[in-house]
């Protein structure tokens, strides 16, 4: 399966709304489904996020085969002179186990490598997800420490570049 990174845009909500809206997708991450009006508010800050910079943002990831919509990759700043991003990714259960986080987690580590300006990449998991630690660590990260993030428990992994 080839796949590919494109930024989202405004008329990909109905796709957004299928990944943060699934309970399986977000039981790791949320540990709830998100309905629509935080959905679109969420949206909203995600499109104005992804005008800071080229390389970094919120990402459609694509099968280029098919076309076809598999979930949402971020090497993600808050301020143009961040010099550490967030590595994330959510993917919809129909793909999970195919290699897909693998990819684009190296294809979002090789775009931070790229980036000058940035030391650090790090990434929050719940505890719970070895998938996704087992993907982060066979990528070069290590745990750096367990914190409560508004009441969930995460992980917060890092890659020093």
């Known amino acids: 399966m080839k796949i590919t990174l ?3 845009t405004e ?13 399986k997708v977000m039981k790791m991450i949320t540990e709830r489904a998100i309905e629509l009006e935080e959905a679109k508010n969420d949206f ?8 800071l910079a080229p390389s970094f943002g919120n990402f459609k990831i694509i099968n280029e085969d098919a076309s076809e919509f598999l979930g949402l990759a971020k090497l993600e700043i808050t301020k143009i002179s961040n010099t550490e991003a967030e590595l994330g990714y959510m993917i919809l259960p129909e ?22 300006s940035l030391k650090r990449i790090f990434a929050i998991i719940d505890p ?16 750096k420490e ?5 009441g ?9 570049l």
């Open 6 to 8: 494109e930024k989202f």
């Open 11 to 23: 008329a990909d909500f109905p796709n957004y709304f299928k990944l943060v809206n699934n309970e």
């Open 128 to 143: 719970k997800n070895i998938p996704s630690r087992k993907v982060l660590t066979n990528n070069g990260f290590y745990s």
């Open 95 to 116: 793909h999970w186990g195919k290699g897909i986080a693998s990819t684009v987690g190296k294809k979002l580590i090789e775009t931070g490598k790229k980036q000058n």
């Open 146 to 150: 367990f914190k409560d993030f508004d």
């Open 152 to 160: 969930l428990p995460g992980e917060i992994l890092e890659l020093n």
């Open 44 to 51: 909203k800050k995600l499109i104005e996020n992804n005008k």
